[in-house]
């Protein structure tokens, strides 16, 4: 999977316009390289998507920095018709509309530490923030190779039912600096009622099993409930495998 290059020519002319209309007089000229620098994370976020960001510098100034999210495919999520309708009922506003905002508030700062948290975007706000920053870093010294920076995120898989015995499971697994720092696995019932702790106790071998060895690929006999690993071994692995690397 290679980064979509960011073509909007709209979007573009509203920048230049803006731009030409003002100056942060408080950043030096050519305070950074002119160039285009590109930014991406290693891997899927938990919902399966990708953030990249493309920033322009020119006169060494921010001319544009728009953010977008690409999913395996390529495929971009402002492309994505039915979820910008579904993000705008839900929170009021579009994944462009949010995009805009926050290039519009970089390059009217000129400053990644004073870009507006978006409402509704919350999440995305926070990795364009991460992104502008090291687009930025780049910038100061001219270097324009891709930028690759840890997708951090807590990936999810749940059992699709409940069992015989009225019970359904779920993982969350974090990871952090591409390393799995926290597992919780919970089983509970219908009423949302978690298991005993005499149960929980065992799996708190199996979550350090799973942090300790960084894998999946651990020794079932460390849980006197094969069905229990088996089914914490079944779910580590989905939720794993919803971490979909770049390429």
Request: some cysteine.
């Amino acid at each position: 999977m290679k980064i979509k290059s960011i073509r909007l020519s709209v979007f573009l002319s509203i920048v230049l316009l803006v731009n030409g209309c003002h100056t942060n007089k408080n950043i030096p000229l050519d305070s950074y390289t002119d160039g285009t620098y590109a930014v991406i994370y290693s891997h899927t976020d938990s919902h399966g998507w990708i953030p990249i960001l493309e920033m322009k510098i020119k006169n060494g100034l921010i001319q544009s920095a728009w953010m977008d999210y690409q999913n395996p495919s390529g495929e971009l999520k402002s492309d994505d018709t039915s979820y910008s309708n579904l993000m705008k009922a839900t929170v009021g506003i579009t994944p462009f509309e949010a995009y805009k905002k926050m290039n519009d508030s970089l390059t009217e700062s000129q400053n990644s530490s004073s870009i507006d948290v978006i409402t509704g975007a919350t999440h995305s706000s926070e990795f364009f923030i991460e992104m502008s920053k090291a687009a930025l870093s780049a910038a100061s010294t001219g270097k324009t190779n891709l930028i690759i920076l840890d997708m951090n995120d807590t990936y999810l898989s749940e059992t699709d039912t409940f069992d015989e015995y009225g019970w359904k499971s779920r993982i969350a697994i974090t990871i952090m600096d591409g390393k799995i720092i926290d597992v919780a696995y919970e089983t509970f019932n219908e009423n949302g009622e978690l298991r005993d702790d005499s149960h929980n106790s065992r799996i708190n071998n199996l979550e350090s099993q799973l942090i300790d060895m960084q894998s999946v690929e651990f020794d079932e006999s460390i849980d006197d409930e094969f069905k229990t690993s088996k089914t914490f071994k079944k779910l580590a692995a989905q939720a794993l495998e919803t971490r979909v690397p770049f390429k």
